[in-house]
Protein backbone atom coordinates (compact mmCIF):
# COMPACT_ATOMS: atom_id res chain seq x y z
CA UNK A 1 0.00 0.00 0.00
CA UNK A 2 0.95 3.25 -0.42
CA UNK A 3 2.01 6.08 1.98
CA UNK A 4 -0.61 8.47 3.06
CA UNK A 5 -1.33 11.14 0.64
CA UNK A 6 -2.63 13.54 3.38
CA UNK A 7 0.67 14.15 5.23
CA UNK A 8 3.44 16.45 4.32
CA UNK A 9 7.26 15.42 4.55
CA UNK A 10 7.04 16.63 7.86
CA UNK A 11 4.22 14.71 8.92
CA UNK A 12 1.75 17.50 9.04
CA UNK A 13 -1.80 16.95 7.25
CA UNK A 14 -2.46 19.00 3.76
CA UNK A 15 -4.67 18.87 1.47
CA UNK A 16 -3.81 17.01 -1.83
CA UNK A 17 -2.79 19.78 -4.86
CA UNK A 18 -4.19 17.69 -7.49
CA UNK A 19 -3.68 20.53 -10.30
CA UNK A 20 -1.37 18.48 -12.17
CA UNK A 21 -3.74 15.61 -12.42
CA UNK A 22 -5.74 15.29 -15.60
CA UNK A 23 -9.31 15.45 -15.22
CA UNK A 24 -11.38 11.71 -15.86
CA UNK A 25 -14.87 10.60 -15.37
CA UNK A 26 -14.80 9.37 -11.91
CA UNK A 27 -17.72 7.21 -10.35
CA UNK A 28 -18.21 5.99 -6.71
CA UNK A 29 -20.62 3.37 -5.24
CA UNK A 30 -21.00 3.15 -1.97
CA UNK A 31 -23.35 1.17 0.13
CA UNK A 32 -25.17 0.79 4.06
CA UNK A 33 -27.68 -0.35 6.09
CA UNK A 34 -29.96 0.84 8.65
CA UNK A 35 -31.30 -2.38 10.62
CA UNK A 36 -34.95 -1.98 12.96
CA UNK A 37 -37.71 -3.50 14.31
CA UNK A 38 -39.84 -5.13 11.19
CA UNK A 39 -42.73 -2.83 12.83
CA UNK A 40 -40.74 0.12 12.06
CA UNK A 41 -40.17 -1.50 8.34
CA UNK A 42 -43.83 -1.80 8.24
CA UNK A 43 -44.13 2.33 8.74
CA UNK A 44 -41.52 3.19 6.18
CA UNK A 45 -42.87 1.03 3.43
CA UNK A 46 -46.34 2.32 4.20
CA UNK A 47 -45.73 6.07 3.72
CA UNK A 48 -47.39 6.87 7.24
CA UNK A 49 -44.64 8.24 9.87
CA UNK A 50 -45.53 10.98 11.31
CA UNK A 51 -42.47 13.19 9.66
CA UNK A 52 -43.67 12.31 6.26
CA UNK A 53 -41.70 10.30 3.42
CA UNK A 54 -38.94 8.58 5.00
CA UNK A 55 -37.24 7.61 1.74
CA UNK A 56 -37.97 10.44 -0.10
CA UNK A 57 -36.52 12.88 2.59
CA UNK A 58 -33.51 10.43 2.96
CA UNK A 59 -32.58 10.61 -0.77
CA UNK A 60 -32.55 14.24 -0.52
CA UNK A 61 -30.44 14.40 2.44
CA UNK A 62 -28.29 11.96 0.87
CA UNK A 63 -28.00 14.00 -2.56
CA UNK A 64 -27.47 17.26 -0.33
CA UNK A 65 -24.81 15.50 1.87
CA UNK A 66 -22.86 14.47 -1.84
CA UNK A 67 -22.67 18.10 -2.51
CA UNK A 68 -21.28 19.25 1.24
CA UNK A 69 -18.66 16.60 1.76
CA UNK A 70 -15.84 18.98 1.62
CA UNK A 71 -17.71 21.26 4.14
CA UNK A 72 -17.61 18.14 6.14
CA UNK A 73 -14.20 16.10 5.86
CA UNK A 74 -11.73 18.83 6.34
CA UNK A 75 -9.42 17.42 3.78
CA UNK A 76 -12.04 16.78 0.36
CA UNK A 77 -11.53 19.18 -2.65
CA UNK A 78 -14.78 20.95 -3.22
CA UNK A 79 -16.02 18.83 -6.39
CA UNK A 80 -18.51 19.79 -9.27
CA UNK A 81 -20.38 16.23 -9.13
CA UNK A 82 -22.35 15.93 -12.41
CA UNK A 83 -24.69 12.83 -10.46
CA UNK A 84 -26.00 11.72 -7.75
CA UNK A 85 -28.15 8.92 -7.31
CA UNK A 86 -29.60 7.18 -3.90
CA UNK A 87 -31.69 4.40 -3.67
CA UNK A 88 -33.02 2.20 -1.08
CA UNK A 89 -34.07 -1.38 -1.10
CA UNK A 90 -36.20 -2.92 2.20
CA UNK A 91 -35.98 -6.25 3.56
CA UNK A 92 -37.51 -8.13 5.81
CA UNK A 93 -35.16 -11.25 6.03
CA UNK A 94 -32.78 -12.03 8.80
CA UNK A 95 -33.40 -8.13 10.57
CA UNK A 96 -35.46 -6.15 9.02
CA UNK A 97 -33.58 -3.47 7.41
CA UNK A 98 -33.16 -1.04 4.60
CA UNK A 99 -29.92 -1.27 2.78
CA UNK A 100 -28.97 2.12 1.02
CA UNK A 101 -26.96 2.84 -2.47
CA UNK A 102 -25.64 6.07 -3.25
CA UNK A 103 -23.68 6.29 -7.11
CA UNK A 104 -21.56 9.47 -7.46
CA UNK A 105 -20.13 10.61 -10.45
CA UNK A 106 -17.96 13.81 -11.58
CA UNK A 107 -15.28 14.71 -13.85
CA UNK A 108 -12.37 16.22 -12.28
CA UNK A 109 -8.74 15.16 -11.18
CA UNK A 110 -9.69 13.54 -7.53
CA UNK A 111 -12.19 10.45 -6.78
CA UNK A 112 -15.95 10.62 -5.46
CA UNK A 113 -15.83 7.82 -2.66
CA UNK A 114 -16.03 9.79 -0.11
CA UNK A 115 -18.91 11.77 -1.43
CA UNK A 116 -20.96 8.65 -2.50
CA UNK A 117 -20.09 7.05 1.63
CA UNK A 118 -20.83 10.43 2.79
CA UNK A 119 -24.20 10.65 0.79
CA UNK A 120 -25.26 7.00 2.23
CA UNK A 121 -24.55 7.74 5.57
CA UNK A 122 -26.46 10.78 6.08
CA UNK A 123 -29.63 9.11 3.74
CA UNK A 124 -29.04 6.32 6.78
CA UNK A 125 -29.03 8.80 9.76
CA UNK A 126 -32.21 10.88 8.17
CA UNK A 127 -34.40 7.11 8.37
CA UNK A 128 -33.06 7.29 12.06
CA UNK A 129 -33.85 10.23 12.99
CA UNK A 130 -37.50 10.29 11.07
CA UNK A 131 -38.31 6.96 12.69
CA UNK A 132 -36.54 7.43 16.05
CA UNK A 133 -39.83 7.98 17.65
CA UNK A 134 -40.65 4.62 17.53
CA UNK A 135 -37.30 3.00 17.77
CA UNK A 136 -34.47 4.25 19.00
CA UNK A 137 -32.34 0.68 18.45
CA UNK A 138 -32.02 1.39 14.86
CA UNK A 139 -28.62 0.44 14.22
CA UNK A 140 -26.60 1.68 11.08
CA UNK A 141 -24.44 -0.72 9.71
CA UNK A 142 -21.59 -1.94 7.20
CA UNK A 143 -21.49 1.42 5.27
CA UNK A 144 -18.56 0.78 2.80
CA UNK A 145 -17.37 1.48 -0.93
CA UNK A 146 -18.79 -1.36 -3.32
CA UNK A 147 -16.60 -0.22 -6.09
CA UNK A 148 -14.96 3.64 -7.67
CA UNK A 149 -13.69 4.02 -11.51
CA UNK A 150 -11.41 6.40 -12.84
CA UNK A 151 -8.70 8.51 -12.57
CA UNK A 152 -4.59 6.68 -12.16
CA UNK A 153 -5.33 4.02 -9.65
CA UNK A 154 -7.88 2.95 -11.82
CA UNK A 155 -10.94 0.56 -10.93
CA UNK A 156 -11.59 -0.91 -7.32
CA UNK A 157 -14.33 -3.70 -6.63
CA UNK A 158 -15.42 -4.44 -2.77
CA UNK A 159 -14.15 -7.83 -2.56
CA UNK A 160 -11.41 -8.23 -5.07
CA UNK A 161 -7.83 -8.76 -4.05
CA UNK A 162 -6.17 -5.84 -6.18
CA UNK A 163 -7.44 -2.66 -8.64
CA UNK A 164 -7.41 -3.58 -11.53
Do not use: N, W
Not at 23 to 49: F, N
Not at 60 to 68: D, H, L, P, R, V
Not at 143 to 148: F, G
Request: contains cysteine; proline residues 4%; charged residues 20%.
Amino acid sequence: MSSLTHFDAQGQAHMVDVAAKPATHRVAVATGRIEMQAATLALIESGTAKKGDVLGIARIAGIQAAKKTSDLIPLCHPLALTRVAVAFAMSEGGLPKVCCTATVETVGPTGVEMEALTAVQVALLTIYDMCKAVDRGMRITDVHVLEKHGGKSGSYTAGESTPR
